[in-house]
């Protein structure tokens, strides 16, 4: 079992940035890759970013490539991502995921463990 903890959600004015943290336990974290999902009111879970079990491979959704930023720290059992010049169009729950070993990292079956999810909202 996998547990997993998002934090660093919260409000900010458009064009500002913030830095999601998602700490995992209960697997070697440095086993799997990560990926980070965001679902807006009444949208489906969307893929956003997501690294490979080493860092040295991530993939990012169109709508957030050059702004957002994947990255790990597998000391830390932790997964980041760093937004930048957020738009009102980021306003989300977002969710952090691990990676269930395929060979895809952009749909949410393909990842097994979910945490709970933060909420970001960007007011324009």
Known sequence: QVQLVESGGGLVQAGGSLRLSCAASGRTFS???MGWFRQAPGKE???VAAISWSGGFTWYADSVKGRFTISRDNAKNTVYLQMNSLKSED???Y???THGGGSG?????EYDYW???TQVTVSS
């Open 105 to 109: 990292y952009y749909y949410t079956h």
């Open 91 to 93: 306003t989300a729950v």
């Open 115 to 117: 945490g709970q999810g």
């Open 95 to 97: 969710y952090c995921a």
């Open 31 to 33: 086993s799997y890759g």
């Open 45 to 47: 879970r969307a893929f």
